[in-house]
């Protein structure tokens, strides 16, 4: 039996049904972990204004956007750890639990965003 025979096989489902299931759960919650991570940044600006305003420039906010393209990317990962459970013998139980690694997920992304801000831009940005 090859791999395309053992990954269409009745029993598991094929690739796309799995890829179509991973993508209608987790791309109906990237607009909330999106909007959760503006927020902080907001957040940060707003709440630390005259700091930042040195930061409102075109070289920075392309920054900024680079930063939001790989929270993007990041967040793709969960694709890494959905489609393979779909494939184990725990897929039932995965289907109604994913929404626990969406949580860790955006805590994870919570505490990195807010890391990155204070740690690797906020002490940089000149006054």
């Known amino acids: 039996m090859n791999i395309t025979q053992s990954i269409s096989s009745p029993n598991n489902g094929n690739f796309c049904q799995h890829f179509g299931d991973a993508a209608k759960y987790w ?3 990237r ?3 999106n909007l959760v991570l503006a927020a902080i940044v ?3 600006f707003s709440l630390t204004w005259p700091h930042f305003r040195a930061a409102l420039n075109i070289h ?3 920054l900024f956007a680079v930063l939001g ?3 993007n990317v990041c967040y793709s990962a969960a ?3 959905d489609i393979p459970m779909q494939y184990s013998s725990f ?6 639990n994913r929404w626990i690694l969406w949580l860790i997920g955006m805590v994870l992304a919570f505490v990195i965003t807010n890391y990155w801000i204070a740690d690797e831009i906020y002490p940089y940005v000149n006054r």
Do not use: D, Q
């Not at 897929?91 to 109604?96: A, E, N, Q």
């Open 69 to 71: 393209i790989l929270a």
């Open 27 to 29: 791309e109906k919650r």
């Open 31 to 33: 607009f909330n972990y």
């Open 42 to 44: 907001i957040a940060w």
């Open 91 to 96: 897929k039932i139980p995965w289907r109604r």
């Open 79 to 81: 694709y890494l750890v």
């Open 60 to 62: 920075s906010l392309s």
